[in-house]
């Protein structure tokens, strides 16, 4: 897939991951709507002559207007970076009601519903990219309603991979390590344990960025090694 001319979405593009994807895109000559919860902390990042639309994914309505939003910008969309969410941590007897119901809509139902309208807006031969993460492929104690909402969207992908096929489009599930982008210590609810040291988040979208160019279909966690 040649970039340069090419124009994608990236959600999440205020976290460390999304704005160097975003960044990446850019320089590799396409255009990027880039989108976060909010204008202040998109305005916070340097996330260079991306077009910027605030969107808080957490409306039902959220993600299918964000995509009508960013192909507006152009009139074609190629590509959906998928790279917003939250973490939460605390025994599966113990995560209360409120933390759940946040983690399975930032988690699994806003990038389900994102997926869903992007399989109907992305041109023939685009991509469509969800991250998700290695505790899709692992899920860890302490963690277990967020292992939950990243399992079901994975699976959420992996279902929807073969349908795409037949418009003609990529749909790719990614699933990077441990990576150091602070995501935890920015926890919704209970407090990090102390973890080895992750992935370089510029070397993790460098290789997502590869996996776009290059036309994989899947990215699990041992690809990243």
Not at 81 to 98: C, K, R
Not at 124 to 148: D, F, H, L, N, R
Request: glycine letters at 10%; aromatic letters at 2%; charged letters at 20%.
């Amino acid at each position: 897939m040649d970039l340069a001319g090419k124009h994608f979405l990236v959600t999440g593009a205020s976290g460390a991951l999304g704005s160097r994807i975003t960044r990446r895109l850019l320089d590799a000559g396409a255009t990027v709507t880039a989108s976060g919860r909010s204008e202040q902390t998109l305005a916070g990042v340097d996330l260079g002559s991306a077009h910027l639309v605030a969107s808080d994914l957490t409306h039902p309505a959220a993600p299918a207007d964000l995509i009508a939003a960013a192909k507006s910008h152009t009139g074609t969309l190629d590509g959906v970076v998928i790279a917003s969410g939250v973490v939460a941590f605390g025994p599966a007897a113990e995560v209360d009601d409120d933390t759940v119901d946040d983690l399975l809509l930032v988690d699994l139902l806003a990038p389900l519903r994102l997926v869903r309208s992007a399989l109907t807006e992305v041109a023939a031969g685009g991509v469509v990219v969800s991250i998700s993460g290695v505790i899709a492929e692992k899920p860890v104690g302490g963690m277990a309603a967020y292992c939950a909402a990243k399992a079901g969207i994975s699976a959420f992908v992996e279902a929807a991979r073969p349908e795409a096929r037949r418009r003609k489009v990529r749909v790719v599930d990614v699933r990077p390590p441990h990576t150091e982008t602070g995501l935890a210590g920015r926890a919704i609810a209970g407090t990090a344990p102390t973890m080895p040291d992750g992935l370089d988040p510029d070397a993790v979208a460098d290789r997502i960025v590869k996996a776009i160019a290059d036309d994989e279909k899947d990215l699990a966690s041992t690809d990243f090694s």
